[in-house]
């Protein structure tokens, strides 16, 4: 393409984008006019917002199932054209993306809790490398971020920021120098534990080994804080939450988790946490997970989660086999449907108890296997947006909810590393020395006779 082509593209482009704007703008909705808007004028009202403020998801899945699917070959699946033609369709793809008005993703690089020690380093930069090969892969769609400034920048070209978070604290094989060099490559959070337990940190979904933190996890949260990479609540225990908000000196995450108040499982937070997460200026970002969203659902999933671990003892090593398990107990044993307004819902809890400071969004999209009736994948989040504002939020708080809150988390959490770098250096802590078992005392020598 000639520079005059491109010139003459560029400036059609922001021609219609100008004009899209001032109709978007100047469009006020009945609302203004004292009557109620209709659900067009508030999804309308919800794309204005999103234009103007990066929605950021706190936690999507896709590159997981990259990995689970299609072996990490980027070649066999054509995000750009969308997912609909596979046989178990994916909840993200880019046209979806582009539709849902999406800003930024954090996308999960996860590693199994079967891997332990060093066997699970590889994994963990294998999904580094594929979520940075995504970006790579479709340069015109993703941009690659690691601060809320590229978030920001990458919002202003017309892209979408991929960031990176680490899934399951194993993932860095007990080293502190696998967590910096995970850091350089561009990961941003880690969620310290996945379903089960840690060899430094107990999971809100495993018996407890630790009380909560090890000496060594407490010595993980502070090195990452120095680095600048979030700490993720999500998946932990109550009481590892308690020790991590009580040597925090950044703000916290929780990526996908919602509130227990509303639906009683443990990979929600109770309502003290709520409140300690708002003192320490962090964020819940709220899960779409049905079984995490309705009271309901969880109740009617607590007999599937002993046929998934039946199937997977049965099924060792064999992912497809479980899975195919998995849906055929769900249609011999139907389970009722969350709603969006259901997740709504949860925004309205944590909002009340923790402040709208403190609240945003963490889909799970394609690490769950249902879906709330209406937000059935990443292009229903304008939907979201706009049940907020039939609720009466302000478009301010609309904005702190869909990335504005997480983007300050960022810039907090990098402030502090900038403060943490200048008072101390790098930690050279090793699991086996901090968190070596007390030293029997010498037995009392025998008297003599």
């Not at 479709?138 to 899934?167: C, N």
């Not at 099924?315 to 044993?333: I, K, L, M, S, T």
């Not at 504005?404 to 907090?412: A, G, P």
Request: include cysteine; charged fraction near 25%; hydrophobic fraction near 45%.
């Amino acid at each position: 393409m000639s520079r005059t082509d491109r010139t003459r593209r560029a400036a059609s482009r922001s021609t219609f984008t100008a004009i899209l704007a001032l109709v978007l703008a100047t469009a006020a909705p009945a609302a203004a006019q004292g009557q109620p808007a209709t659900p067009a004028e508030l999804e309308a009202q919800a794309r204005r917002i999103l234009a103007g403020t990066p929605l950021v998801d706190g936690h999507n899945d896709l590159a997981e199932n990259l990995f689970d699917r299609f072996d990490n070959h980027l070649g066999a699946i054509d995000l750009a054209a969308g997912t609909h033609t596979l046989a178990h369709p994916l909840h993200t793809d880019i046209p979806r993306l582009r539709r849902g008005a999406v800003g930024g993703v954090f996308f999960a690089a996860f590693v199994s809790p079967t891997l332990e020690g060093a066997a699970a380093v590889p994994v963990l930069f294998e999904q580094i490398d594929v979520i940075r090969r995504i970006a790579e892969r479709y340069p015109q769609t993703f941009a690659l971020a690691a601060s809320a400034a590229e978030v920001e920048q990458a919002h202003g070209s017309g892209r979408i920021a991929a960031l990176i978070g680490i899934e399951n604290g194993q993932a860095i094989g007990n080293s502190l120098a696998v967590l910096r060099q995970a850091h350089g490559a561009g990961a941003r959070y880690m969620t310290l534990t996945h379903w089960k337990s840690t060899t430094w940190a107990d999971a809100g979904t495993d018996a407890p080994r630790h009380g909560g933190l090890s000496p060594f996890g407490r010595e993980v949260v502070r090195e990452m804080q120095r680095l600048g990479m979030l700490v993720d609540l999500s998946h932990v225990s109550d009481d590892t939450m308690r020790d991590a908000l009580e040597i925090a000196e950044a703000p916290v995450i929780f990526s996908h988790s919602s509130a227990r108040a509303l639906c009683n499982h443990p990979r929600n937070v109770p309502d003290e946490i709520l409140r300690r997460v708002a003192a320490n200026r962090g964020i819940v970002m709220v899960n779409f997970a049905p079984g995490f969203v309705s009271e309901e659902v969880r109740a009617a999933e607590e007999p599937l989660e002993a046929e998934w671990t039946r199937l997977e003892k049965l099924h060792p090593g064999d992912q497809a086999r479980v899975e195919a398990g998995v849906r055929a107990w769900r249609q011999a044993h139907p389970i009722p449907r969350a709603t969006l307004a259901q997740v709504a819902d949860h925004v309205d809890h944590i909002r009340r108890v923790a402040g709208v400071d403190h609240v945003g969004i963490g889909s799970d999209f394609d690490g769950i296997g249902e879906t709330p009736v209406g937000l059935e994948d990443v292009s229903c989040y304008p939907a979201l947006v706009a049940e907020l504002l039939r609720r009466g939020y302000s478009e301010p708080d609309v904005r702190k909810v869909a990335g504005e809150n997480i983007l300050r988390v960022m810039r907090e959490a990098e402030r502090a590393a900038a403060r943490l770098q200048r008072q101390r250096p790098p930690s050279d802590a090793r699991i086996d020395e901090v968190d070596a078992p007390p030293t029997a005392a010498p037995s009392p020598a025998a008297p003599s006779r």
